[in-house]
C-alpha cells in the first residue's frame, strides 16, 4: 500500500502525519523537537508508521465477519499492550543508562546506597508501567516518554531521598540518562511486538476468534507499506533532513492543512511557538495572501510560555486560570523580555493572577488580529490552529474580538489542530506523487 | 562564465568614477574645492557642478557603511549619544560615522560641509538630519522645498514656487560659498549630458521587460543607478558610463542570458517580480541570495525611481533647465502620492509581464513604508497577481531576521507555484 508523509518540525513538537492514496489520514505521529532535527523527524515518523500500522489493522478488523463487531475495542487493546511493550522497552534503556551513570566518580562516595534507590524506583516504576490502565488509552499516544517517566521518577525520588542521597543526587542521574534514551532511536520491532500483544489477548478470547485475531494480524502485517513520497515543513524546515524540492513552506502547509480539517477554511490563524501567521486561502486550499510577526516573538506561544515558567504554572493551566477573571485589565505590551517585569510589576500592585492572566491573553490575541487585519481580514469560515488554540482563554478572546471586528464567523478548531501542518505537508507529499508540478 | 567579462567593464569604471570623487573630496582641505551636502531624492546635481562644488549625500554613506558592516557600530554610537531606537537609520548611521572621525566609504576621510543644501523632499526626517548635521558642524543651511504630488500632478504654480526659490535662495547661496557666478549655459551643458545618461538609464532598466531578464532591476538595479543618483549626473563621465552599460546589458539580451548575481550567473529564470521599497544593506548579497537561488528575478522596482523617475518620460532638458530640475525634484517616486505608486506599479506588473508584487516594508523610512498594505491590496485587485509582504531595514542589522525573511520569500514563491499549478487551475 502506498503512503504519503508528511513532516512538520515545530520549535517545540515535531508531528508526522501519513496519508493513504485516496488522502485519508492512516497514521500520526509527535515528539518533543530536539536539538537533532534528523532524529525528531524520525521519531515521528517512526509514531506516525505504527499508527498507521493500527489503522490498518483495524481496517482488516473490520473486514473480518467474526471480529468486525469488537475491531474497535481489540485495536485499542492491542495499541494498549503495544505502548506497554514500548515503555518497558524504554524503561529498561533509562535503567541501564541510570546504572551506568551511577558509578561516575563523581557519585563514588555514595555510589552503593544511590544504586540501592536506583534500583527500588525503577522497579516501582517498572512495576506501575505493567499494572492494566483504562481508560488512558488515547491519551496514551501523545504523551511522551520523557514527561511520563519524569513524573514517575521524581515523584518516587522525593519518598526514597534522605540525607545520604539528596534528591538532587537522584535527579542528576534521571536528567543524564533521559537524554540518552531520547536522543538515541531504537528499533522497536513492531511485528514482534504486535503479535506479542496479540498473543496476550488470545486467552480471553476463546478458540475461534483468538485464531481469527492471530491470522488478522498477521495478515495486515503483510500488508506493505510503502512511503512513496515525503514532503517536510515546519520551523526547522531549513535543516530538516530533506532534499529542497521535497521542503513546502510551512505557510502553506496551514492552509491546505485547515482546507482538508475543514473545507469551508477561507482564513487561518496559526500562533505556534516562535511565530504566529495569518493565512488567507481559496476554495482549494491555495494560499492567496499570508502575514506573519516579524523577528520579534513578542505575542507567540513562546510568550506566554515565559509567563507560566514566572509562575511557576504549566502553560496549559494558564487558560483555565484566566477564564476565572473577573476585572478587565488592560495589557498593551507583548513584549517577551518584559514579561516578568510586567507580572511581577502588577501582582505588587495587587492585581488579581486571573485578571493579569486574562489581560495577557488579549494582549497576544490583539497582537495577533492585527496581523489577521493586514492578511486581509477574517472571512467565512475561519479556523484556528497551533498549540495556543488549545488554549480556552486565548480562543475566547479571539472569537470576542472578531465577532466586535467582522461580525459573526463561524470558527473552527480542529482537536487535531497540532497535526495541522503535517496534514498539509502530507497532501503536498500525495500531489508530488501523482503530478510532478512543482517541476513545472 | 560569459557574463563576467562583460559586467566588469562598466563595473569597474563605476568604480573608478566613485573612487575618484571620495578621494578628491579627502583633497578639498589641500586643493580648496568646496563641499556641500545634500540628499539624493530632489538632488541638484548639475546646478552644483556649474559652480564646481562637490557634493556629499549621507544616505550613500550611510548604505555603504552598512554594505560594509560598518552600521551596527555607528548605530550604537548615535545611540549612546541620545538618539531612540525609532529614529530612522540612516540619520545615526551618519551621525555615528560623523562622530566616529567622518571616514567615508572609501577609507578617507571625508571634509566637513561648507554648506548644507536640504532638498525637502517629502520626509520629514531630512529637516531634522540637517539640523543636527548644522549644529555638528557650524554652517549655513539653505532649503530647497518640493512641493509633494498630493494630486498627483505637477502644476505650473508648483515648477514657478521651485525655480524661485532656486534664484531667490539656493543659487545665491551657493554662488556664496563657491565664489563663482551663475552661469547658466554650463547648467545647460550639464543638463544634455544629464539627458543622454537618463535615456541609456531607461534602455537599462526597461531590457527586463526581455525573457529571460538580462538584469536584476533590483539588486543589480541598484548599481545601474548608483552614478546618477550619486555626485556624477551631468558629467561626461556619467554619460560615457551609461552608454558602456546600455551596450553590455543590450549584448547579454542578444545572447539571451540572465542577470550577473554575486555567485554567478542566474541561467534559470522562474519568477518575475516587481518589487516596492528600498533594499536591505546590512545582509544585502544575503538578501539578494534568497532571491536568485530560487530563479527570482525583479523585473522593475520602485527603489530605484526614488531618486529619479524617468521611464515615464522626464528627462533634464537644457532649455529650461530650472524648471525640469522642479520637474525633476517633484517626480521622484517618493514625492508621488499613493495611487500615483499605484498605477506605476500595476503598469509594471503589466509591461514587465511580472507574476507578482513583493513589498519590502523597512522600519526606518515613512517615505516608502506608509500606505504601502493598501497599495499591496489594490495592486492584487486590479491586477489579480498575488502580492507577498517582507519586513526589514534600511541599515540596522537587529532588524534583519535572516530565518523570518527567507521564509517568507519562499512562502511567496511557492504560492506563486502553486496559483500556476495545473490542478489548481483546473479545480478553480
Ligand atoms: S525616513 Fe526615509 S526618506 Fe526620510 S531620511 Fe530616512 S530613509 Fe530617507
Redesign the pocket.
Known amino acids: 500500500m502506498k503512503a504519503f508523509v508528511g513532516i512538520d518540525l515545530g520549535s517545540t513538537t515535531t508531528k508526522a502525519v501519513f496519508l493513504d492514496e485516496s488522502g485519508q489520514v492512516l497514521g500520526r505521529g509527535i515528539t518533543n523537537s530536539r536539538s537533532s532535527y534528523d532524529l525528531a523527524a524520525k521519531i515521528a515518523r517512526d509514531e506516525a508508521r505504527v499508527s498507521a500500522r493500527f489503522a490498518l489493522l483495524e481496517r482488516s478488523l473490520k473486514a473480518d465477519e467474526g471480529l468486525a463487531a469488537e475491531a474497535e475495542r481489540l485495536r485499542s487493546e492491542l495499541i494498549a499492550h503495544f505502548h506497554r511493550h514500548q515503555q518497558l522497552v524504554q524503561l529498561g534503556r533509562l535503567r541501564e543508562i541510570a546504572f551506568v551513570e551511577a558509578h561516575a566518580p563523581r557519585v563514588a562516595a555514595i555510589a552503593e546506597p544511590l544504586r540501592e534507590r536506583l534500583a527500588v524506583i525503577l522497579d516501582a516504576m517498572e512495576a506501575e508501567e505493567k499494572r492494566p490502565r483504562l481508560g488512558i488509552l488515547a491519551k496514551q499516544t501523545s504523551e511522551f516518554f520523557r514527561d511520563r517517566a519524569a513524573s514517575a521518577f521524581s515523584r518516587l525520588a522525593e519518598e526514597r531521598a534522605d540525607s545520604t542521597v539528596k534528591f538532587g543526587d537522584l535527579m542528576g542521574i534521571f536528567d543524564k540518562a533521559i537524554l540518552q534514551v531520547e536522543n538515541t532511536s531504537f528499533e522497536l520491532k513492531f511485528d514482534d511486538s504486535l503479535r506479542e500483544a496479540a498473543a496476550e489477548l488470545v486467552p480471553a478470547m476463546g478458540a475461534e476468534q483468538g485464531q481469527r485475531l492471530i491470522r488478522v494480524v498477521e495478515t495486515s502485517l503483510d500488508i506493505d507499506l510503502d512511503e512513496v513520497r515525503t514532503i517536510g515543513t515546519g520551523y526547522g524546515r531549513q535543516r530538516l533532513p530533506f532534499a529542497k524540492e521535497d521542503i513546502r513552506s510551512e505557510i502553506l502547509c496551514h492552509g491546505l492543512g485547515a482546507h482538508a480539517q475543514f473545507p469551508g477554511t477561507r482564513t487561518v490563524l496559526d500562533i505556534g511557538g516562535q511565530d504566529t501567521k495569518a493565512i488567507q486561502v481559496d476554495e482549494n486550499g491555495i494560499v492567496t495572501s499570508f502575514q506573519m510577526n516579524d523577528r520579534c516573538a513578542a505575542g507567540c506561544g513562546r510568550y506566554l510560555g515565559y509567563i507560566a515558567d514566572e509562575m511557576s504554572l504549566g502553560v496549559h493551566e494558564l487558560g483555565p486560570i484566566a477564564q476565572q477573571s473577573t476585572r478587565h485589565v488592560h495589557i498593551a505590551s507583548t513584549c517577551t523580555v518584559f514579561a516578568g517585569a510586567e507580572l511581577r510589576d502588577r501582582l505588587t500592585a495587587g492585581q488579581r493572577r486571573e485578571d493579569i492572566l486574562a489581560g495577557l491573553h488579549r494582549a497576544v490575541i490583539l497582537r495577533a488580529v492585527a496581523l489577521l487585519a493586514r492578511s486581509g481580514g477574517v472571512e467565512e469560515q475561519f479556523t484556528f490552529t497551533g498549540g495556543v488554540a488549545n488554549n480556552p482563554a486565548a480562543v475566547d478572546a479571539l472569537q470576542e474580538l472578531v465577532h466586535e471586528n467582522y461580525g459573526a464567523r463561524t470558527l473552527n478548531i480542529s482537536p487535531g489542530s497540532i497535526y495541522t501542518g503535517a496534514l498539509g505537508a502530507a497532501l503536498f507529499a500525495l500531489r508530488a506523487g501523482e503530478e510532478r508540478w512543482e517541476a513545472a | 562564465m560569459s557574463g563576467k567579462a562583460v559586467k566588469e567593464q562598466s563595473m569597474v569604471k563605476q568604480k573608478e568614477l566613485i573612487q575618484d570623487h571620495y578621494h578628491e573630496l579627502s583633497r578639498a582641505p589641500e586643493t580648496g574645492r568646496k563641499v556641500i551636502y545634500t ?3 530632489g538632488n541638484l546635481t548639475e546646478l552644483f557642478r556649474a559652480f564646481d562644488l562637490l557634493p556629499v549625500y549621507p ?1 550613500i554613506n550611510a548604505l555603504q557603511s552598512a554594505m560594509r558592516q560598518k552600521s551596527t557600530l555607528f548605530i550604537n554610537e548615535a545611540e549612546r549619544a541620545g538618539h531612540a531606537e525609532d529614529v ?4 545615526k548611521t551618519d551621525i555615528g560615522m560623523l562622530r566616529r572621525g567622518n571616514v567615508g566609504p572609501s577609507g578617507e576621510k571625508l571634509p566637513p560641509p561648507d554648506l548644507l543644501v536640504l532638498s525637502y ?6 529637516m531634522k ?1 540637517f539640523e543636527l548635521l548644522r549644529q555638528e558642524y557650524d554652517c549655513p543651511v539653505v532649503m530647497l522645498h518640493t512641493p509633494y504630488q498630493g494630486d498627483g500632478k505637477i502644476t505650473p504654480s508648483m515648477v514657478r514656487y521651485m525655480v524661485e526659490q532656486m534664484r531667490t535662495e539656493v543659487i545665491p547661496a551657493l554662488e556664496k560659498v563657491s565664489g563663482i557666478k551663475y552661469d547658466e549655459d554650463r547648467l545647460k551643458e550639464a543638463m544634455a549630458l544629464s539627458e543622454s545618461a537618463e535615456t541609456d538609464l531607461v534602455a537599462v532598466l526597461e531590457s527586463a521587460k526581455h525573457r529571460p531578464s538580462p538584469i536584476d532591476g533590483y539588486f543589480g538595479g541598484v548599481y545601474y543607478i548608483g552614478p546618477i543618483f550619486n555626485a556624477f549626473r551631468g558629467t561626461p563621465e556619467a554619460a560615457e558610463y551609461y552608454r558602456m552599460l546600455r551596450g553590455e546589458v543590450e549584448e547579454r539580451m542578444a545572447q539571451g542570458l540572465g542577470p550577473v548575481t554575486p555567485d554567478g550567473l542566474l541561467a534559470n529564470e522562474k519568477f518575475r517580480l516587481v518589487v516596492e521599497g ?1 533594499p536591505n544593506w546590512t545582509s544585502f548579497r544575503e538578501f539578494w541570495k534568497m532571491f536568485h537561488e530560487e530563479g527570482a528575478v525583479v523585473v522593475a522596482s520602485t527603489y530605484t525611481k ?1 531618486g529619479g523617475l524617468y521611464d515615464t518620460g522626464f528627462r533634464h532638458d537644457k532649455e529650461h533647465p530650472l524648471e525640469s530640475l522642479a520637474h525633476y525634484c517633484m517626480g521622484c517616486y ?1 514625492n508621488n502620492n499613493l495611487p500615483q505608486r499605484i498605477d506605476l506599479l500595476e503598469r509594471y506588473a503589466r509591461d514587465y509581464s511580472a507574476d507578482g508584487l513583493l513589498v519590502n516594508s ?1 522600519k ?5 513604508s506608509a500606505g504601502q498594505l493598501l497599495m499591496l491590496r489594490e495592486f492584487e485587485k486590479r491586477t489579480g497577481l498575488p502580492g507577498g509582504f517582507i519586513e526589514t531595514d ?1 541599515v540596522d542589522a537587529r532588524y534583519f531576521s535572516a530565518a523570518n525573511v527567507k521564509n517568507r520569500i519562499e512562502s511567496y514563491l511557492q504560492m506563486i507555484t502553486q496559483k500556476r499549478a495545473p490542478s489548481a487551475r483546473a479545480e478553480a
Not at chain 2, 530612522?88 to 540619520?91: A, D, E, P, R
Not at chain 2, 523632499?121 to 531630512?126: A, I, P
Not at chain 2, 526606518?364 to 516608502?368: A, D, R, T, V
Open positions: 540628499f539624493v531624492p544616505e530612522c537609520t540612516y540619520v523632499t517629502g520626509c520629514f526626517t531630512f538630519w528600498p526614488v517618493t523597512v526606518s523610512c515613512n517615505s516608502f534600511l
